[in-house]
């Protein structure tokens, strides 16, 4: 590929290097989460939502459990703006959420920020300028000094109008494109502006790293910000945030990364919805933690319904392969992974497990509203006899006989590869209900009389062709004296190899099934039927029927 030559590493180091994060193999607590999706999600919307569809979105970011929410910029447009005013006026932010809203460092757009703001119950006013060598060079024209006054001047001016407006205002800072700043000139102006603003345990200040365009790999980055958090002033009065995007891909890492470099405060949204190639993406983030045994302190366990109601008001789509969220993450085709699968599941029941280990699925599906028979095990051309089995029992409650299992594996891959098509659980009911209930019959019995003398002997009615044959026979039991009328009457020499026989549910009225396999001497190929009634004894004997039928057609 050309043209590789004319690009190179933009981001800096810092002069001091430690790498006490890499010690640490796991995040042990949340972070404060904010979701910046009424913003930085919005602004990236081909068409902004709406000011009722921001007010719908607020509501159900209140609802998942966020505490900090980004509401916009207002001082950009007029819709932003009053979607703010709105928020306010109606007394729609509950008193345990902090809305938060962005300004550039520059005095009008302060000003216009604190009048949107006002009577907010909690808020934080964030403030940002560039510090990057090549916004510095190529769009300001600025020394470090002068960029440096940009963002003081922006934090005094927070600091008086707070004075000024109702409500319990925060502060917040960001060095925007700090991938392409000195790490080090970077802290100098964080620590500048907190020399302005002073914070104190009961008013702790927010400094926010933000990877504007991210060029780095992620361990860079935990470096960069555990230089950061050890080199910040009054640093237990500051909750270190940041601001992930995603142009390497690395969105999630390098916020998993930045928290355990010191990082208390993660920003991002729902989805990694955001400019270019989007935010870190919280819901990724926070399952993650979820499945190493942390309460991410967000609630996902509807995680379709959030689905849905983002993409109607954003108009984006959710990945079918987006992480936890997308219609296929749990998804099993591959035979092999079905098996081990409904294998770990019932181990999961036979011992009573504490911890969730089922192989292939990092969490339980259940855990954000998913279901084992719709969304782990699909049955493609693909599949096997395992996840086959385990559909047919899950969904209809047909435990199939171990010998039969193979050959009803084999025949819905059969029909999925001719069709072209993945088999909902209903198409597989119907397909093995076509094949081993509903069968073409040369012959049926159409009733029995059972004595009990010796063993059991039998008059058993056989119908062909609409003629009906009483035949005498004898067996050890009533489905065993019916197989010697069958084989007596038609001359066959095969061997009944399996039944077996269960209620199709737990109530007392339920009907039986029953699953018949005869094997024709000098074969080894079973010949399958099955048969329902509410009589275990009929049940049986229409499997039987069903069975030599098949074997019948076959010859």
């Known amino acids: 590929m050309k043209g590789f030559e004319k690009y190179q590493k933009t981001y800096f180091m810092p002069s001091e290097v430690t790498y006490d994060w890499v010690k640490k193999d796991s995040i042990t607590e949340p972070p404060v989460w904010c979701s910046v999706d009424l ?19 607020f509501k159900m970011l209140v609802k998942i459990g966020f505490k900090e929410i980004e509401v916009g910029f207002p001082a950009a447009s007029e819709t932003e703006y009053n979607f703010l005013r709105t928020l306010i006026d109606r007394k729609l932010i509950p008193d345990d959420v902090t809305v ?32 990057s060598v090549a916004q510095r060079e190529q769009v300001f024209r600025k020394s470090k000094e002068e960029i440096k006054k940009i963002a003081v001047d922006g934090a005094k001016l927070l600091k008086e109008l707070a004075a000024e ?18 790490v080090e000139y970077a802290v100098e102006v964080c620590n500048a502006v907190l020399d302005v603003w002073q914070p104190q345990a009961d008013a702790k200040a927010i400094i926010n790293i933000p990877s504007t365009v991210e060029n780095a790999m992620p361990h860079v980055f935990a470096t960069q910000i555990e230089y950061v958090s050890k080199h910040l002033k009054y640093r237990d009065n500051v909750v270190l945030s940041l601001h992930p995007h995603n142009d390497r891909g690395c969105g999630v890492a390098t916020a998993e990364l930045g928290v355990l470099a010191g990082a208390d405060r993660i920003e991002g949204t729902l989805f990694g919805n955001g400019e270019r190639t989007g935010n870190m993406d919280i819901v990724t983030m926070a399952m993650n933690m979820f499945s190493h045994g942390v309460d991410p302190k967000l609630d996902f366990s509807n995680m379709q319904e959030i689905a849905d109601t983002y993409e109607r008001l954003t108009n984006m789509q959710v990945s079918m392969r987006q992480p936890y969220a997308g219609e296929l993450v749990f998804t099993a085709f591959s035979g092999s992974h079905q098996d081990a699968i409904s294998k770990g599941m019932v181990y999961r029941e036979e011992k009573n497990c504490e911890y969730w280990t089922v192989p292939y699925l990092p969490i339980d599906p259940k855990d954000v509203g998913r279901t084992y028979d719709s969304d782990v095990i699909r049955i493609n051309s693909q599949s096997g006899r395992g996840g086959v089995s385990y559909v047919l029992k899950n969904s209809f409650g047909l435990i199939l006989p171990d010998k039969m299992k193979e050959e009803v594996g084999y025949l819905m891959k059969s029909v999925s590869d001719h069709r072209h098509a993945e088999l909902s659980p209903e198409d ?41 044959n009483v035949v005498d026979s004898h067996g050890n039991g009533r489905l065993n004296a019916v197989n010697h009328a069958i084989k007596k009457y038609f001359d066959l020499d095969y ?21 018949v396999g005869i094997k024709p001497a000098g074969q080894e190929k079973l010949y399958w039927g099955i048969g329902t009634d509410d009589d275990i004894i009929k049940s049986s004997i229409d499997a039987l029927v069903n069975a030599v039928n098949r074997y019948m057609e076959a010859k």
Do not use: W
């Open 39 to 57: 913003r930085d999600g919005n602004q990236a919307l081909i068409e902004p939502m709406s000011l009722e569809e921001k007010v719908e979105f």
């Open 100 to 131: 938060q809203v962005l300004t550039q460092a520059r005095e009008h757009i302060i000003r216009k920020t604190f009048e949107a703001v006002d009577g907010a119950p909690n808020a934080v006013v964030h403030v940002y300028n560039s510090t």
């Open 165 to 182: 407006v109702k409500g319990n205002i925060r502060f917040e800072y960001s060095p925007e494109s700090f991938h392409g700043t000195e």
């Open 428 to 468: 597989m009911r119907d397909v093995f209900k076509e094949t081993y209930l509903d069968v073409e019959k040369k012959f049926d019995v159409s009733e029995c009389h059972f004595k009990q003398k010796d063993g059991i002997g039998a008059e058993v009615t056989i119908v062909v062709d609409g003629r009906e």
């Open 495 to 515: 061997a009944l190899d399996v039944y077996e026989e269960h209620a199709l549910s737990k109530r007392s009225d339920s009907q039986a099934i029953s699953y």
